[in-house]
């Protein structure tokens, strides 16, 4: 049998975890997501793309959403800090060991469920941005895709940063995904590659400036 860690649970302990997150969020300005990996050190370009993607993105008024870990998370957040126009938001998880958070939170929430901590990432969000990351990084894309797809979640833009790092990866999908008809053209609208800080601020900021987003 396969050991998977599970926490034990209640359906209060889930509902207080909801609630928690709920509680924490409501009142944030208009919030951007990124994710990517805790690996990736002070020393690595991506770190370095983080910290200025954050700080845009507070310049902006956009509050900065990570999984409040370390790596491209910390870098987020260490951009966010440097300015003073909007908040540093960190959704971390407790683990069997425990994963750290950064000292670069206005706002720090542990979640002790992976589901609800991953819904509120998404909740929360008018954006996402995905930088190089692992297993988990991916996960979350494909989440994120899948729920936009089938309508569960509003039409936001969904943007890789780091062409080297994702280009073979959006190469599969507009390739061998399209050729085996598991996805149609209008679903590679969903997703864009920037690396330009300027730019992806700037289509941020014209997805919430049109009518729709207005209007709701």
Same mark, same amino acid.
């Given at each position: 049998?396969?050991?998977i860690?599970c926490?034990?649970?209640?359906?209060?302990n889930i509902?207080?975890?909801?609630?928690?997150?709920?509680?924490? @969020?409501n009142?944030?300005?208009?919030?951007?997501?990124?994710?990517?990996?805790?690996?990736l050190?002070?020393?690595?370009?991506?770190?370095?793309?983080?910290?200025?993607?954050?700080?845009?993105?507070?310049?902006?008024?956009?509050?900065?959403?990570?999984?409040?870990?370390l790596?491209?998370?910390?870098a987020?957040?260490?951009?966010?800090?440097?300015s003073?126009?909007?908040?540093?938001?960190?959704l971390?998880?407790? @683990?069997?060991?425990?994963?750290?958070?950064n000292?670069?939170?206005?706002?720090?929430?542990?979640?002790?469920?992976?589901?609800?901590?991953?819904?509120?990432?998404?909740?929360?969000?008018?954006?996402?941005?995905? @930088?190089?990351?692992?297993?988990?990084?991916?996960?979350?894309?494909?989440?994120?895709?899948?729920?936009?797809?089938?309508?569960?979640?509003?039409?936001?833009?969904?943007?890789?940063?780091g062409?080297?790092?994702?280009?073979?990866?959006?190469?599969?999908?507009?390739?061998?995904?399209?050729?085996?008809?598991?996805?149609?053209?209008?679903?590679?609208? @969903?997703?864009?590659?920037?690396?330009?800080?300027d730019?992806?601020?700037?289509v941020?900021?014209?997805h919430?400036?049109?009518p729709?987003?207005?209007?709701?």
């Open positions: 049998m396969n050991n860690y926490k034990s649970s209640s359906l209060s509902i207080d975890d909801f609630i928690k997150g709920c509680r924490n @969020l009142n944030i300005d208009p919030a951007v997501t990124i994710y990517g990996s805790a690996r050190k002070e020393d690595n370009p991506y770190y370095k793309k983080a910290t200025e993607i954050g700080k845009s993105l507070a310049d902006s008024g956009y509050s900065v959403i990570t999984g409040g870990s790596g491209i998370m910390e987020t957040n260490r951009g966010a800090k440097l003073s126009n909007s908040t540093s938001i960190g971390n998880i407790e @683990l069997p060991q425990e994963q750290e958070s000292k670069y939170l206005d706002i720090d929430i542990k979640f002790d469920h992976f589901f609800v901590r991953k819904l509120m990432l998404i909740r929360n969000s008018i954006a996402y941005l995905f @930088l190089p990351g692992g297993f988990g990084t991916l996960d979350e894309l494909f989440e994120v895709l899948v729920l936009i797809q089938t309508q569960n979640s509003s039409p936001s833009p969904v943007i890789l940063v062409e080297e790092y994702w280009s073979k990866l959006f190469d599969f999908i507009e390739t061998t995904m399209i050729e085996h008809k598991t996805i149609n053209q209008r679903d590679l609208e @969903l997703i864009s590659i920037i690396d330009d800080v730019e992806i601020v700037e941020i900021k014209n919430t400036s049109t729709s987003q207005n209007s709701s």
